[in-house]
């Protein structure tokens, strides 16, 4: 597959930022401020994992989108 790794990671950013509107992450239910942040940051850490790992591009993207569908009723 080729893309615009760079507008493809800006897309899959703000489609995993969308999901993660208003979503608390399990876990961390007794700080709402610290679980909003943590829902965004779980896929970001994932994306850090993934290129760590010597993921591919397409598996960058996909770690960064993997819980849109999840939690991203009406994202998709």
Known sequence: MTFDVALAL?????MASQAAA?????GAENSVEVALRL?????????TLVQR???T????VAALMHNVLKDGAGVV
């Open 53 to 55: 790992f010597g993921g």
């Open 57 to 60: 591009e397409d598996q960058v």
């Open 39 to 47: 829902t965004l940051t779980h896929p970001v850490t994932v994306v």
């Open 22 to 26: 208003g979503q608390i992450r399990k």
């Open 10 to 14: 800006a897309f899959a950013l703000a």
